[in-house]
């Protein structure tokens, strides 16, 4: 399995067939050490992330290349793959075809013909496919039908450019850590490793193209976090202050929970209903140098994990369909359906409800989402202010943002953000 095009056609096959995430299917590749090398894991995952945003063109092609289900089904994440190679353009056709056929007939000796036949036709047939492609929305969009739909509606006029620049590749960017350095220190040391960066936030930093984080100047030493610039402003509409009690609920990984802490001392309690995650959030804080208190509990039980202490303030980046994140992301578009809007604004609505009474008078709360859809946002935000007359919705914005919500641009992924003044 060390060969990158093996690990990203099994990864692609756990996300469409077995439907789990991206993320857990690394986490396994990793556990399992399949791409052996640091080379071949991000060749592996450069291909599985292409495939994925490129599955709606790619499973187009192979439905009118094939014409009927696989068999055996798990031939899908090679052929996927190999075609996403092929369209893409980037490796000799010839090694392709070569490598993915030997690729299949190690798992599948009597699909070696079939497997050649496929990719040969594709070949043959790529232009036209390209065309017709065109006219099915999900294979020119790469969005499923549903998602589409929404987004028209929602967004008439930006939907294009929405999806346009999720199907891309997303910008890396650096939170500076304001405890151990500077923005102006930290790009004078990336020019000086001949980094090409700019700055693009208060303490965000963009890189010209993507690095592994080994090559990050200040990382290994807490300097620098990866964190997108949209996502940054979470810790910093919260507005915290030097002795503060806060609570991030939901706080896994734990990129927020860095900022907050880098930004004043804190009594920070950080929660996750994923005592497994929590360990990504204390790794994250190890490195920084920081600390803070994590309980591994349901946010919306305060009674099973409160200890009765009102808090000054409480990040919750509520589940959320992922929406806004679906470049950094791609397996997102193809793991959600449109009914799972429903038990996900059940959800927020549930947590929302069940911290407010945590918070103290004068306190604040910063309810956030990566989410593009307005009934998980402000859809959601308008409701409980209808039910909680001690809240006030601060108008302040990040900027950019329309009514609280920013959409995915060149620097930046869509999020939502409502402060929440406890009056």
């Given at each position: 399995m060390s060969n990158p095009r093996s690990v990203?056609?099994?990864?692609?096959?756990?996300?469409?067939?077995?439907?789990?995430?991206?993320?857990q299917a690394l986490a396994e590749d990793r556990a399992g050490a399949q791409a052996r090398t640091p080379d071949a894991r991000a060749a592996a995952q450069g291909l599985a992330y292409g495939t994925l945003r490129q599955a709606g063109t790619l499973r187009y092609y192979l439905s009118?290349?094939?014409?009927?289900p696989l068999e055996p089904g798990d031939l899908l994440g090679t052929l996927l793959v190999g075609l996403y190679e092929l369209d893409a353009g980037d490796t000799p056709a010839y090694a392709v075809v070569h490598e993915t056929v030997d690729l299949a007939a190690r798992r599948h000796p009597r699909a070696r013909n079939f497997v050649n036949a496929v990719l040969r036709n594709f070949q043959r047939r790529q232009k036209a496919l390209r065309a017709d492609a065109r006219a099915d929305p999900e294979a020119r969009w790469n969005f499923p039908a549903w998602w589409l739909k929404r987004l028209q509606g929602e967004y008439p006029r930006d939907w294009e450019a929405i999806v346009t620049i999720q199907n891309s590749h997303p910008p890396m960017t650096l939170r500076v850590n304001r405890r151990r350095t500077t923005p102006e220190d930290t790009l004078a040391g990336l020019d000086a490793a001949g980094i090409p960066a700019r700055r693009s936030g208060p303490w965000a930093i963009t890189l010209e193209r993507p690095l592994p984080i080994a090559e990050l100047p200040g990382f290994a030493a807490g300097q620098v976090s990866v964190q997108d610039l949209g996502a940054q402003w979470a810790a910093l509409l919260l507005e915290?202050?030097?002795?503060?009690?806060?609570?991030d609920?939901?706080?896994?990984?734990?990129?927020?929970?860095?900022?907050?802490?880098?930004l004043a001392a804190l009594d920070l309690v950080a929660l996750d209903s994923d005592a497994g995650r929590l360990e990504r959030v204390r790794e994250n804080l190890d490195r920084l140098g920081l600390?803070?208190?994590?309980?591994?509990?349901?946010?919306?039980?305060?009674?099973?994990?409160?200890?009765?202490?009102?808090f000054d303030r409480i990040l919750l980046d509520a589940p959320c369909t992922a929406s806004g994140v679906a470049r950094r992301h791609p397996d997102g578009k193809w793991l959600k359906r449109a009914e799972d809007m429903q038990h996900l604004g059940e959800e927020?609505?549930?947590?929302l409800e069940a911290l407010w009474p945590l918070l103290k008078p004068g306190g604040k709360m910063v309810y956030a989402t990566c989410s593009l859809f307005g009934m998980e946002n402000n859809g959601q935000v308008t409701a409980f202010l209808q039910r909680h007359p001690d809240a006030?919705?601060?108008?302040?914005?990040?900027?950019?943002?329309?009514?609280?919500?920013?959409?995915?641009?060149?620097?930046?992924?869509?999020?939502?953000y409502a402060r929440l003044h406890k009056t």
């Open positions: 990203a056609a099994s990864l692609v096959n756990r996300v469409l067939l077995d439907k789990r995430s991206l993320t009118r290349l094939v014409g009927r915290v202050g030097d002795g503060m009690r806060v609570l609920a939901c706080a896994a990984p734990g990129g927020k929970t860095g900022h907050l802490l880098e600390d803070a208190t994590l309980l591994a509990a349901d946010a919306a039980d305060p009674g099973a994990w409160w200890d009765g202490k009102p927020q609505a549930r947590l006030r919705r601060e108008t302040y914005d990040p900027p950019g943002a329309r009514e609280g919500q920013l959409l995915p641009g060149p620097d930046t992924d869509g999020f939502f």
